[in-house]
């Protein structure tokens, strides 16, 4: 956990160091949130937030070889390995055919219950529903299709 914090903390002050080189008169701000992280940006927040453009004006930036190879294996190109990882995501989240099928069973049902109507059993027999019941049916529904039908 710490690498990662470690590496979005340089990610960020990389960040902020380049927009510095593409634009100097750019203020910079950093303040810290009630969760103890802390952001920079060019924006000023709402928030209380300290002005550190001139101590960033003041840092080096190294453009020796050696740091942008640093850079550069932080930051690789997509290789054909990542591309195939993404593909096998993309597949497995796909949904299946029959889970294609079961959410367009639901919205029939969802459509012919929406209003007034009379559920009827296997056997034919009507089915006592009051009108409350059936609008908690409806929201059921309507909420299980917004989680696994969208």
């Known amino acids: 956990m710490k690498t990662n914090h470690r590496f979005c903390t340089a990610l960020g002050l990389c960040s902020v160091l380049l927009l510095l080189a593409s634009s100097p008169q750019a203020e910079v701000y950093r ?18 937030a300290e002005d550190i453009t001139e101590a960033v004006k003041k840092q080096n930036i190294d453009t020796s070889i050696e740091e942008q190879r640093k ?11 990542d591309r195939e990882y993404y593909r096998q995501q993309q597949l497995k989240n796909q949904p299946t055919p ?3 099928q079961h959410c367009n069973k639901q ?4 459509n012919k219950i929406d209003g007034r109507v009379q559920f009827v059993d296997e056997e034919g027999n009507v089915v006592p529903v009051t009108e409350k019941q059936r609008q908690q049916r ?10 696994h039908c969208s």
Do not use: C, M
């Open 31 to 48: 303040w810290v949130d009630e969760n103890g992280k802390t952001h920079y940006s060019d924006k000023k927040p709402k928030s209380e």
């Open 71 to 81: 850079l550069q294996e932080i930051f690789r190109p997509e290789n054909e390995a």
């Open 98 to 100: 029959e889970h294609i």
């Open 107 to 110: 919205r029939r049902y969802l």
């Open 138 to 147: 409806v929201e059921e529904l309507q909420r299980y299709l917004a989680e």
